[in-house]
């Protein structure tokens, strides 16, 4: 049995969960997320908490037992609070702005690149080299803040790149001048 799936989710006010043949519906003041729960899972409301049951002992069901608790869990947690990626853009002149549901970035190449969000996900700039992705799915918040860091990875000589707030980039030392050598 597992020990994250044992774990019950404590649900805040105002979200709903509702679990009909296999599609567990979470609904909450941000919005409503669903999700297909494929195998022997169950899940019950008692009171404010919500508990995921394994229905059988095959290892299969306990494979995923712990799997569906974090789902769900993250499901809960997006439609009361929400996620929100933060991301740094470190350069000499460069720098993102929002236009429309577009992210707009100078980072160092001939032309801008743009980033269209998809459905679900807001970008904001609080400063010139700050990106923040806030949506209800962490699953697309993540990728979407994945997809970013990937058009300038932080590149270990100047730290140049775009990375997530507070991502330790360690420095390579530069090459030498070789004087001395014959």
């Known amino acids: 049995m597992s020990r994250i ?18 599609i567990v519906t979470v609904k909450g003041p941000k919005g409503t997320l669903t ?3 494929v195998g022997n899972i169950g899940i019950v409301t008692e009171g404010t908490n919500l508990l995921v049951v394994a229905l059988d002992e095959k290892s299969e069901t306990n494979a995923k037992h712990g799997l569906y608790r974090a789902l769900l869990n993250g ?8 996620f929100v990626k933060s991301l740094e853009v470190k350069g000499v002149g460069w720098k993102a702005a929002v236009q429309g549901n577009k992210l707009v970035l100078n980072v160092g190449f ?3 690149v743009e980033v269209i969000a998809p459905e679900g996900i807001k970008f904001e700039c609080p ?14 918040v993540g990728q979407v803040a994945a997809n970013i860091r990937k058009i300038r990875l932080p590149e270990p000589y100047h730290g140049y790149g775009i990375r997530y707030k507070g991502e330790v980039v360690e420095h390579k030392e530069g090459k030498t001048s070789g004087k001395g050598k014959k």
């Open 5 to 22: 799936g044992k774990l019950p989710i404590a649900l805040p006010a105002g979200v709903t969960v509702d679990f009909k043949d296999g």
């Open 35 to 37: 999700r297909e729960i």
């Open 75 to 82: 499901m809960v947690v997006g439609v009361s609070a929400g």
């Open 110 to 112: 001939s032309h801008p």
């Open 127 to 140: 400063t010139l080299t700050e990106v923040n992705v806030s949506g209800i799915n962490k699953e697309l």
